[in-house]
């Protein structure tokens, strides 16, 4: 990408990021959240690249885009990049998510603390399986599926986490977008059908490892 490319880019992006903008940042967020529980304070935008595949100069043009954020041969500071990237991103402050499934992998989500380290709360629990209903999952109480709607509403859910079986996912989807969430978080391997005004993310192992194994075999 050219610069001239790149300033038209970043210049798009000052009322709503480009995919690509907003891609790289998020990718930049997960490396400084990690750098800092490390104990780092500072950081170049070399070491970004390596944890990133993402060109230095493309990162020193993403971010100079926005603001000036680092120093000649000292690089950025953490805790500062990463206010101004929560910032661009929009996600400054605390979203709420409730996660549907409280199985072996939705216990993993919900102690985890993958979402907390970027400003989401996990404040609903849900599942149908009574063995689980009740159940503790750190400060959480599993509720019943079907609370959805007053969770929803009550806790000011933004997210919804999908641990559940493929079978499932639809339903869950439906009741979720019936309810008015936007965003839904996908780990079962469904292709799930929502409204255009609706976002799915899928995440699936298999498929970053296909494109992992791509890479090493060409």
Excluded at 168 to 177: E, I, K, M, S
């Amino acid at each position: 990408m050219s610069q001239s490319d790149s300033v038209r880019e970043l210049t798009l992006a000052t009322d709503r990021l480009t995919l690509g903008v907003a891609a790289r940042l998020s990718r930049y967020l997960q490396v400084l959240t990690q750098a800092k529980k490390m104990g780092k304070s500072s950081i170049s935008s070399q070491a970004i690249s390596e944890y990133t595949n993402v060109n230095p100069t493309q990162i020193r043009r993403d971010l100079s885009g926005f603001g000036k954020f680092g120093k000649r041969g000292v690089g950025y500071d953490i805790d500062a990049l990463i206010e101004q990237i929560r910032k661009i991103l929009r996600t400054s402050g605390q979203h709420n998510i409730a996660l549907f499934g409280a199985g072996n992998l939705g216990q993993a989500i919900a102690t985890s603390g993958v979402f907390a380290d970027h400003g989401f709360r996990i404040s609903a629990i849900f599942d149908v399986d009574p063995e689980r209903v009740g159940m503790r999952l750190g400060d959480l109480t599993v509720r019943h599926y079907d609370e959805l709607p007053e969770a929803v509403n009550g806790d000011g859910v933004m997210v919804g986490v999908l641990a559940v079986p493929g079978s499932a996912a639809q339903a869950v989807a439906d009741d979720l977008v019936a309810a008015g969430v936007k965003i839904i978080f996908n780990y079962s391997d469904a292709l799930l059908t929502v409204p255009s005004d609706v976002t799915v993310h899928t995440s699936s192992p298999a498929v970053e490892l296909l494109y992992a194994l791509y890479f090493y075999l060409t």
